[in-house]
C-alpha cells in the first residue's frame, strides 16, 4: 500500500450536535484534518496520506489489504472520539465554564480558568502554572465576562481545551 486518502465532511464530524454556535466548525475541521493526517502517518510511516475535508466521508486504499483498511478505519475513530480537535466559541467556553478549561503556551506555562464556588456565590478564577504543582499565580474575577476577556488576552477560545480531554 503506498496512498491512504480520507475524506470527511462537517456533517459527518457535528452530524446531530446541538447548538453549534458554541463551535467555531471551520477550525474544527481543520484541526481534525491536521490531526487525522498525522496519527495516520504515525502509523503508516512512508504511506502518502491524503486528508481532506469534502462534501462525502470516504476512506481508500491503492490495496484491497482488509486488514489495512481495518486499521485506518480505527485511526479514524480513534482521532475523532478524543474529541481534541474540537474548537470553542465565546460561547461555547462560557457554556462550558463549570467543567473548566486548560490552555498551554509556547513557554510552558498552563492556565485553567473555571467557576469557582465561593462563600460569596460563584466567582471565576484563571490560575497559572509552570511545572509542578501548587499554582505560580491565581487570579479571581466577580464575572463570567471578566473571566472570558482574562482567557481572549491570553489566547484564541479555539485554543482552550476543555477539562477530560
Known amino acids: 500500500m503506498s496512498t491512504i486518502r480520507v475524506e470527511f465532511s462537517e456533517d459527518s ?3 446531530g450536535w446541538e ?5 467555531n466548525a471551520p477550525a474544527c ?3 481534525y484534518g491536521d490531526q487525522l493526517h498525522k496519527a495516520l502517518e504515525a ?3 512512508g504511506v502518502t496520506i491524503e486528508v481532506s475535508n469534502t462534501d462525502n466521508d470516504r476512506v481508500r486504499l491503492d490495496s ?3 486488514a489495512a483498511l481495518q486499521a485506518v478505519n480505527d485511526v479514524v475513530g480513534d482521532v475523532y472520539q ?4 474540537v474548537r470553542y466559541t465565546r460561547e461555547g467556553v462560557a457554556d462550558a465554564l463549570n467543567v473548566g478549561f486548560w490552555y498551554e503556551d509556547k513557554f510552558g506555562y498552563i492556565f485553567s480558568a473555571h467557576e469557582v464556588e ?6 471565576y478564577a484563571i490560575t497559572t502554572h509552570k511545572g509542578e504543582m501548587p499554582a505560580h499565580n491565581s487570579l479571581t474575577y466577580k464575572t463570567k465576562n471578566g473571566l472570558l476577556d482574562a482567557m481572549a488576552d491570553i489566547a484564541s477560545f479555539e485554543d482552550w481545551n476543555l ?3
Open 118 to 123: 465561593t462563600d460569596d456565590g460563584i466567582q
Open 29 to 31: 475541521a481543520k484541526a
Open 163 to 165: 477539562f477530560g480531554l
Open 82 to 85: 478524543k474529541f481534541y480537535w
Open 19 to 23: 447548538n453549534m454556535e458554541f463551535y
Open 43 to 45: 502509523y503508516f510511516p
Open 64 to 66: 484491497s489489504d482488509f
Open 13 to 15: 464530524l457535528f452530524g
